[in-house]
């Protein structure tokens, strides 16, 4: 059964920074695409960093493109997230989501869309306070 796992929360300081990862058991990561989700209580799930499965198409939800950054280690498979100048207002749980791309012309691809990934992982908590 493929898993994901989610590491890497925890607690920072405003200003600070977390590196979140994402790692796969039981498929490889070159084959999927990869988005990073995160659901605050009583807000919907929102996509806020994408990679296609060959790892060279990024994108970011608009809000954050200067403060995340997505990447992918292809020989550890795994994806990181980077949270750089964190607020208070990033507490919240944060997601992992793979999406299986067929075919070359594909592997470039992001997809935004929280309904087109097949698989989750359970979320790490991240909570930025003083």
């Known amino acids: 059964q493929p898993q994901l796992v989610e590491s890497g929360g925890g607690l920072a300081q405003p200003g600070g920074s977390l590196t979140l990862s994402c790692s796969a058991s039981g498929f490889s990561l070159a084959n999927y695409a990869i988005g990073w989700f995160r659901q605050a209580p009583g807000n919907h799930r929102e996509g806020i960093a994408f990679i296609s499965s060959n790892g060279e198409g990024t994108g970011y939800l608009d809000s954050e493109k200067d403060r995340f950054t997505i990447s992918k280690d292809h020989a550890g498979n795994t994806v990181y997230l980077q949270m750089n100048n964190l607020r208070p207002e990033d507490t919240t749980v944060y997601y992992c989501?793979?999406?299986?791309?067929?075919?070359?012309?594909?592997?470039?691809?992001?997809?935004?869309?929280?309904?087109?990934?097949?698989?989750w992982g359970r979320g790490t908590q991240v909570t930025v306070s003083l």
């Open positions: 989501a793979a999406r299986l791309v067929e075919g070359v012309y594909s592997s470039g691809y992001i997809y935004r869309a929280e309904f087109l990934y097949q698989y």
